[in-house]
């Protein structure tokens, strides 16, 4: 089993609609947990921070689970230039535990 | 804030060939760095990482090698290419708060 496994997708959704995205890790000793973007051929970039309480940063709403063990991503009001790969993140204790899913793409459809 | 410099942007390297690419970081003392591989179509794989000069973990043995010969330059390095080794190279630096920050990458193809 993947340490963090996420659906490949694609998710095709057209613009304005609301799209959510899960990941779930397998190491129960994470402890701090991200969401990154990562365009076509472009490094990944900090979307979110995770916190335990959810946290909000506009369009974007990030959770998480600790009891089921999964992080979600929340984009509402869909536009175009969501269209990208969501990488989660969850580091188990100190900085070289570090682990990438391997991504949700997304593509917001006119 | 950090700002990370990778060279060269892309790259087409033969079979066998030797390899070095270089990672340089401004705005921050003593990063922790990494370096990442992505192939095609594939997740974020940690191939080093490093606290500072000289220290240098490896994650995945393979014919790469990595050196920190200043305390804001880390390179990456191989003596034969092979075809397996084509990816996109990714090095990487984080916060204190576990956030890592990245550089524009390496686009290599090994032919």
């Known amino acids: 089993r993947k340490e963090v496994e996420q659906d490949p997708g694609p998710f095709n959704v057209p613009e304005g609609a609301t799209v959510a995205f899960n990941c779930t890790y397998s190491n129960s000793a994470s402890q701090s947990f991200f969401w990154y973007r990562q365009d076509c051929r472009k490094e990944p970039k900090l979307l979110m921070s995770?916190?335990?309480s959810g946290n909000e940063d506009g369009r974007f709403t990030a959770q998480l689970n600790r009891a089921s063990q999964y992080i979600s991503l929340l984009i509402r009001d869909s536009k175009l230039s969501d269209s990208a790969t969501y990488l989660c993140v969850a580091h188990s204790g100190g900085y070289q535990k570090v682990t990438f899913g391997t991504g949700t793409k997304l593509q917001v459809i006119p | 804030s950090q700002t990370i410099h990778q060279w060269p942007a892309t790259l087409v390297q033969p079979v066998g060939s030797p390899l070095s690419l270089e990672c340089t970081v401004e705005g921050t003392s003593n990063p922790n760095l990494y370096w990442y591989r992505q192939a095609a179509g594939r997740g974020l794989q940690l191939l080093f990482y490093?606290?500072?000069?000289?220290?240098i973990s490896s994650e995945v043995p393979q014919n790469l090698s990595a050196s920190r010969p200043q305390d804001r330059q880390f390179i990456l390095s191989s003596k034969k290419l092979l075809l397996s080794d084509s990816g996109f190279y990714l090095c990487?630096?984080?916060?204190?708060?576990?956030?890592?920050?990245f550089g524009p990458g390496t686009r290599l193809t090994v032919t």
């Open positions: 990487a630096c984080i916060r204190s708060t576990y956030e890592q920050y």
């Open positions: 995770v916190y335990s």
């Open positions: 490093s606290v500072g000069i000289g220290q």
